[in-house]
């Protein structure tokens, strides 16, 4: 889905110091903000898996592209992500908002407004989209 119409916003989550534990201000797990996924635990719905498997290429890419050894050594910061989405579930102005299924599971985040945005998109385990009015 395209992001030209300015109706549609990427969001980064949440971060905390994976040794510190302390919260993290404007940082993302990578230095370009996607491809730093927080990945499907065993026994959770693997959407990447299923999607490779079907042969979208482009759900993976930038898992595939981003070096691990980029990426900054950081904890998701589960309790604030799961409010910044509740926060943007209750607002009248978001019309659609992408997460990973297994993430809205895990966070417990089960709003109507969170769906799956498909396999021909990008993974949506590093940032959360919005759609606006």
Known sequence: MSHNDGKKIDLAFLYKGA???KHLPQTAKSLIG???CETPR???YN???I???QGFWQYN?????YP???QKNIDIDVPRTRKMVQLFAFQPQVQVM???PYLKNRWRVNYTKIGFHGCHSVRHDDHLHLSVY
């Open 19 to 21: 040794t510190t534990q």
């Open 34 to 36: 996607y491809g730093g």
């Open 42 to 44: 065993k026994g959770e």
């Open 47 to 49: 959407v990447a898996k």
């Open 51 to 53: 999607c490779a498997q």
């Open 61 to 65: 890419i930038l898992q595939r592209i």
């Open 68 to 70: 691990k050894w980029l």
């Open 98 to 100: 992408y997460l990973e």
